[in-house]
């Protein structure tokens, strides 16, 4: 295992950190580049609704991703695939009038980039004026490189994806990717053709954590990590997965940091209790 570089140690100056820094601006790509230069790491969580984003907001996130997972975790399809344009669009456009500070980024579903860069300009551009998002993601590598320049040229930011690229388990499945020397050369591809298409980062997600530490030296656009090792420059996971809403098995890079489906069921089961046995509302909840 790659040891840690002094790259990743903690910036000098924790008034500029993307994390519990001081700023209240909004952040932008420039904030992230710069984390990069001063070998700051910082979180990323996936939003879909105003509310949630505020808390997360206040937390201090410094991105936050309307990510095409609101298919599988927030409106109930089994795959991301489903996921329109329009659905995306009003989750964008929520989770940025819920946050002051975070740069958000719109994620470009299935279907709304891979004819050509025409078709991906024509969709970003649209999470851009509708939605108000500061970045838009797209999977791919080199197969998506064409679209990742014509958007940058235009001013719009882009994140790339690279690795397990959701959008195509029809076609891959749920795998790790880059294990072997010719996948492994084949990602390391990738990524350099996202960065030199002008991506401001890239998402690494489920990659041997050894080609994952190689991908964040070669790079000078930061890595974001989802089941990619510790030494990527950032790391994001779903938040229903993080907080344990999902429910059910989940993937083994998620951490949970607590049980949000076990606290919502007892409070849900409780007030149903209370209403049942005529001990809610109370007079203090009534009016006169």
């Known amino acids: 295992m790659t040891q840690l570089s002094a790259a990743h140690t903690k910036p000098s100056d924790g008034s500029k950190a993307l994390y519990g820094g001081k700023g209240t601006r909004r952040i932008t790509v420039r904030d992230i580049a710069l984390a990069k230069e ?17 808390v997360f907001d206040e937390a201090g996130i410094p991105v936050m991703l309307v990510g095409d997972s609101a298919g599988n975790c927030h409106l109930g399809y089994e795959t991301t695939v ?10 964008s456009a929520a989770v940025v009038r819920g946050t002051s500070r ?31 998002v500061g970045a838009v993601k797209l999977e791919g590598g080199e197969r998506s490189h064409e679209q990742i320049r014509l958007l940058v040229e ?7 994806h690279i690795g397990l690229t959701p959008q195509s388990v029809n076609a891959m499945g ?39 530490a190689e991908v964040t030296r070669v790079l000078h656009i930061p890595t974001v990590g989802i089941g990619a090792g510790p030494e990527t420059d950032a790391q994001v996971l779903v938040w229903t997965d993080m907080l344990g809403l ?5 993937p083994k890079f998620v951490k949970q940091y607590a ?9 849900v089961k409780a007030f149903a209790e209370d209403v049942v046995g005529g001990t809610f509302p109370l007079d203090e909840h009534s009016v006169h």
Do not use: H
């Open 82 to 91: 489903p996921v329109t344009m329009d659905e995306i669009t009003m989750l």
């Open 154 to 160: 235009s001013g719009i930011p882009v994140m790339a």
């Open 174 to 212: 749920y795998r790790v990717q880059g294990r072997g020397e010719e996948a492994a050369q084949q990602l390391l591809r990738d990524a350099k053709a996202v960065q030199d298409a002008g991506a401001f980062a890239v998402v690494l997600e489920l990659v041997p954590a050894e080609l994952a």
């Open 102 to 132: 975070a740069l958000i980024v719109g994620d470009l579903p299935f279907g709304s980039y891979q004819e050509g860069p025409v078709q991906a300009l024509r969709s970003a551009t649209r999470l851009v004026k509708e939605a108000g």
């Open 259 to 267: 049980n949000l489906r076990e606290v919502m069921s007892g409070a």
């Open 246 to 250: 999902t429910g059910g098995r989940v």
């Open 38 to 54: 001063r070998g700051e790491k910082w979180p990323m969580l996936t939003a879909y609704d105003a509310t949630t984003a505020s």
